[in-house]
């Protein structure tokens, strides 16, 4: 088994059973983790429970009855602070197609029919491009591990993180040191054009302080910079 990828976690968003089955079980063969999606509600519902690495979606999903095409999921994506490579899949070849689809967002474009190790090429090529994010992190007792959404104490317990804590936190980590405005955190985290208040940003930090057993009056890891935002503190072992 190829495994030139190992932790790279994988969205593919294909409604045609067969072919999302397909593309599932080779991906899992050269050691991705694979989230499969049938169309792009179900796609928006599992990120928030696991972010993905990079993401392919079909452009011409069902979108029967109000349902998102594949352009309508990769903005939404983006509407929500999803920052990864984003690959269509599509039997579409005309050029206005392929601009739109990079206009909503996206990063490639490969055409059906198309060969499973091209499009891993494709996708490698990509995660090349931006690089993988390191994901397991330890400070003292805790350890921290963003890909598997967990937060592990000295004392063999753990919490598990949401989507937009584990984006929160990981903002944190890559910027530690930094004093980040609110306003910097809405931008990273949930993304510029979200219409998210100060206020929900106050409310993660409190619960992703809960989470890490964080004091704020005596913080260890995220620290209150009054009037100007909050600081990463804590130093990785």
């Avoid at 949930?190 to 940003?201: A, I, L, P």
């Avoid at 260890?220 to 009054?226: C, Y």
Wanted: glycine share 8%; net charge negative; hydrophobic share 35%.
């Amino acid at each position: 088994m190829d495994t030139a990828q190992p932790n790279i976690t994988l969205l593919i968003v294909e409604d045609e059973a067969a072919l999302l089955r397909t593309l599932q079980m080779y991906f899992e063969m050269e050691g991705y983790t694979v989230i499969a999606a049938s169309s792009g509600e179900d796609a928006l519902e599992k990120v928030e429970l696991q972010l993905p690495d990079i993401a392919v979606v079909d452009i011409l999903l069902d979108n029967g009855g109000g349902q998102l095409d594949g352009y309508q999921t990769c903005k939404a994506l983006r509407d929500r602070g999803y920052a990864q490579p984003v690959l269509f899949l599509t039997g579409k070849t005309e050029e206005s197609d392929t601009l739109q689809g990079f206009a909503v967002g996206g990063d490639d474009y490969i055409t059906k029919p198309f060969s499973l190790p091209v499009l891993k090429a494709r996708l490698e090529a990509q995660l090349k491009r931006v690089g993988v994010p390191q994901s397991a992190y330890r400070f003292g007792t805790v350890f921290v591990d963003l890909e598997s959404y967990v937060i592990e104490h000295g004392d063999d317990s753990s919490e598990r993180l949401r989507s937009r804590e584990r984006d929160l936190l990981r903002c944190f980590i890559e910027n530690r040191g930094r004093i980040l405005s609110r306003e910097d955190l809405l931008d990273q985290v949930w993304g510029s054009t979200s219409r998210t208040s100060n206020r929900t940003v106050d409310t993660h930090v409190r619960t992703l302080r809960k989470k890490l057993r964080d004091d704020a009056a005596n913080p260890r890891f995220i620290e209150t910079m009054h009037g100007v935002g909050y600081q990463f503190i804590a130093r990785e072992d």
